[in-house]
């Protein structure tokens, strides 16, 4: 098990080498309490990318994305340990100002969690607290073009003013997302977006998901080997805590090294 | 037998039964290829059922009616005199017989023996009174027999309730332990039982409220056919002159409006103290703190919510009211040079506060659940989106969890306006009309106490007006909790 790693860790900068690296995790540890959650995670994460995060249920994959911005600061009991570069800057600084960072780096949750507000005020929420706009034009502007990016426009240009919460799943999904995007990250985290989602939502927000790749970079955590196979570039994949394997998706799912992977993507477990 | 001891026989029957059915559901055999439809404990419950439900239902029956077809009885032997006279005398003489009856049936065996139907009323008073049972204004002879008779009614009713009863209890047990068999569905029977007494539980709630509300309102009538509605919501004095017993008149004014005005003055001066201190600790609890903190401060501040509030009296009495009144002086001198102070001791301030700190474990702790019941998910997603903690709670949380504050606000409120001990000590009992929070003011549930206590004829004015007033605070109270159930639907239906 520590040579798969070894020989991972000795792999993974040569694969990855191709695109610029965005954010450059080191090491990355987490306890709850007493239990580790992440053993040390090293991972590179390309600009204008998908990464996917794979791996069967509690393999740390959530764990480690929420590392990226932070979140898990929000549970009293998570200890982070490691290094994490966001361009360069460590994220766990004691200087760094964590509310900037997660303007820098949005996140989208597994849950729909359109806020109890109209359509226009979710995505203007972001905006408004960051102030983004200058005038109310601004923040129609930055409104209407983030629900065009979102790919949720042209559904929902005549109700801006009616609840968020009153939207479909995958169009609460497609709202979060532009609420993600109208604060202008680099990065957007997406823990499992489409797993309360039916096929045909899942669909929009996957082609949504390529086409935000030109301008994001995405981390996507999934359980789901064809999403991972369909929008990402990179592939990660995660066990007990451990970083199994990581590679380019083709080469991922059709000639992994690690054994755990192959059973994996097989379906022998998870 | 006494009603307890019946109770008591009657759960002793529906025990056994149910022993004996239990027993006999284990020892059942059934025949080939039938399955037993319900565990043995479900027949046992079911043979008790049948004991002891309609023997008590039956017990219930006869208490209430027993009394009711004596009286009528009795009535009907009043004499010409009595029944010529007002409903109200009648009343009262039947009261007296009553009385005297009941008295019967505490004396002696051989002091029972010398009461005959010739035996003048003043012996027989004599000989209740020696028993500790002094009966009032017992006058006219003509009651002693009538008093017999209630006392022999009374026996037989008794004794026939005990037999029947005990006999019904025991036909049940019977009933239902014949009826055992494998394909008896008592396990559904027993869910009827068991949904039966959820249903009376709930009823019994409610029905005590329609009786509270009937038990004024027959009050609140007779009253306002004395006084004019019109004086009493409208009048600005109160002065309702406490009439001596016996004395007649109505003099006095019912004037509603300073107990009124007093009741919503300090009200809300406890509020505007004690929401936003309440609310603050709510979103402390809920947001802030991390568990350690939060399990010891939360039960700290129920404490408060625990303590008696005759004790927030006297800390208004003896604390609050004289450092305010002392304070109040030593900025007077400072700024006049005259120490007079300007707020009394007594005064809407000092009951407003007091009152503020007895509140604030409930704002904070309605609050604190609904705040806590609002989605993780909301909260992680504005934080995600770079949001603070007070933006979150100030942009989500709060405007999320609206409805659910604004009524736990509209609860507290209806319980500061029913408060009286601290009002009593801190703000005093003189039904002002002012503006000036540093004056005394009262509330109606004070004046609720005054007028009913003390030696005041029932029937006065005077007395009655208290029966009014609470059926005003009544309808207050139930109009707030009617708008916070408003409020609560209407958002909801918005939210979710």
Not at chain 1, 192 to 211: K, N
């Amino acid at each position: 098990m520590m040579e798969n790693i070894q020989a991972t860790l000795n792999r993974g900068p040569a694969v990855q080498a191709a695109k610029p690296i965005k954010m450059k995790t080191k090491d990355v540890t987490v306890h709850y309490g007493a239990k580790q959650a992440l053993n040390g995670v090293t991972l590179n994460i390309p600009e204008n990318q998908v990464t996917a995060l794979i791996g069967p249920s509690g393999c740390g994959k959530s764990t480690y994305l929420r590392c990226l911005n932070r979140m898990n600061d929000t549970i009293d009991i998570a200890k982070v340990g490691g290094e994490i570069l966001l361009d360069g800057e460590d994220v766990y600084d004691p200087d760094i100002d964590v509310v900037e960072l997660r303007a820098r780096v949005g996140m989208v949750f597994q849950k729909p969690n359109p806020f109890p507000k109209s359509i226009f005020d979710n995505v203007a929420y972001g905006p408004k607290i960051h102030g983004l706009a200058r005038s109310k034009q601004e923040l129609d502007e930055i409104v209407h073009t983030s629900l065009r990016r979102a790919g949720l426009y042209k559904e929902v240009h005549d109700r801006l003013d009616e609840p968020g919460t009153g939207l479909s799943g995958g169009q609460q999904q497609r709202l979060c997302i532009a609420r993600a995007i109208a604060v202008s990250p680099e990065v957007i985290l997406m823990d499992e977006p489409c797993s309360a989602l039916d096929p045909i939502a899942t669909a929009t927000v996957e082609e949504l998901i390529d086409e935000l790749r030109e301008n994001y970079t995405i981390v996507i955590v999934t359980h789901s080997m064809q999403q991972a196979a369909r929008v990402s570039q990179l592939t990660a994949m995660f066990h007990l805590g451990d970083l199994a394997e990581v590679g380019p998706t083709e080469k991922m799912f059709s000639n992994p090294d690690d054994k755990r992977t192959q059973d994996y993507i097989t379906g022998r477990f998870g | 037998m006494s009603t307890f001891t019946i109770i008591l026989v009657v759960l002793a029957i529906g025990l056994a039964g149910a022993f004996l059915g239990y027993r006999h559901s284990r020892a059942l055999q059934a025949p080939a290829g039938v399955k037993p439809h319900s565990r043995p404990v479900y027949h046992a419950s079911y043979v008790a059922s049948w004991a002891i439900i309609p023997s008590l239902l039956l017990l219930a029956v006869w208490l209430i009616a027993s009394p009711i077809v004596i009286e009528s009885q009795v009535r009907g032997s009043f004499p010409e005199g009595v029944l010529a006279e007002s409903q109200l005398t009648e009343d009262l003489a039947y009261g007296i017989v009553e009385s005297l009856g009941n008295g019967l049936s505490v004396l002696p065996d051989d002091e029972r023996a010398t009461v005959t139907d010739e035996m003048p009323v003043k012996d027989l008073a004599a000989l209740l009174r020696n028993r500790g049972l002094p009966v009032a204004s017992a006058s006219a002879d003509w009651m002693v027999p009538l008093a017999l008779d209630i006392d022999t009614m009374q026996f037989w009713s008794r004794l026939a309730m005990t037999v029947v009863v005990i006999a019904l209890a025991l036909a049940g047990a019977y009933w239902g332990y014949r009826q055992i068999a494998p394909r008896l569905r008592a396990r559904n029977k027993v869910e009827g039982v068991v949904k039966g007494a959820l249903i009376a539980a709930s009823s019994i709630a409610i029905m005590t409220t329609i009786g509270i509300v009937f038990s004024m309102l027959f009050e609140t009538i007779d009253f306002f056919s004395r006084i004019s509605p019109a004086e009493f919501f409208f009048g600005t004095v109160w002065e309702p002159r406490f009439s001596a017993a016996g004395s007649t008149g109505n003099a006095g004014s019912f004037g509603f409006i300073p107990l009124l005005a007093g009741t919503l003055y300090i009200s809300a001066v406890a509020m505007l103290i004690a929401v936003p201190i309440g609310l603050f600790a709510a979103i402390y609890m809920a947001e802030y703190a991390d568990n350690r903190t939060r399990s010891v401060v939360k039960p700290l501040l129920e404490v408060l919510a625990g303590i008696p509030t005759i004790v927030y009296g006297f800390f208004a009495l003896v604390t609050v009211g004289p450092f305010l009144r002392d304070l109040s002086a030593q900025i007077s001198g400072i700024v006049t040079g005259d120490y007079a102070s300007f707020i009394q001791a007594q005064s809407v301030l000092t009951a407003g506060l007091v009152m503020a700190i007895m509140l604030i474990p409930f704002v904070s702790s309605l609050s604190d659940d609904i705040i806590t019941s609002v989605p993780q998910s909301l909260r992680d997603g504005s934080l995600g989106l770079g949001a603070t903690r007070s933006e979150t709670v100030k942009r989500v949380i709060l405007p999320a969890a609206l409805p659910g504050i604004v009524s736990a606000l509209l609860l507290t409120a209806s319980r500061a306006i029913g408060e009286t001990m601290i009002v009593v000590l801190a703000a005093g009992v003189a039904a002002n009309l002012t503006i000036n929070p540093f004056d005394a003011m009262t509330t109606i549930t004070v004046k609720i106490v005054a007028q009913l206590t003390g030696d005041l004829e029932f029937n006065s004015p005077q007395t009655l007006v208290a029966f009014a007033l609470g059926m005003t605070l009544f309808v207050i109270t139930l109009c707030l909790n009617v708008y916070a159930l408003y409020i609560v639907r209407k958002y909801k239906e918005q939210y979710e």
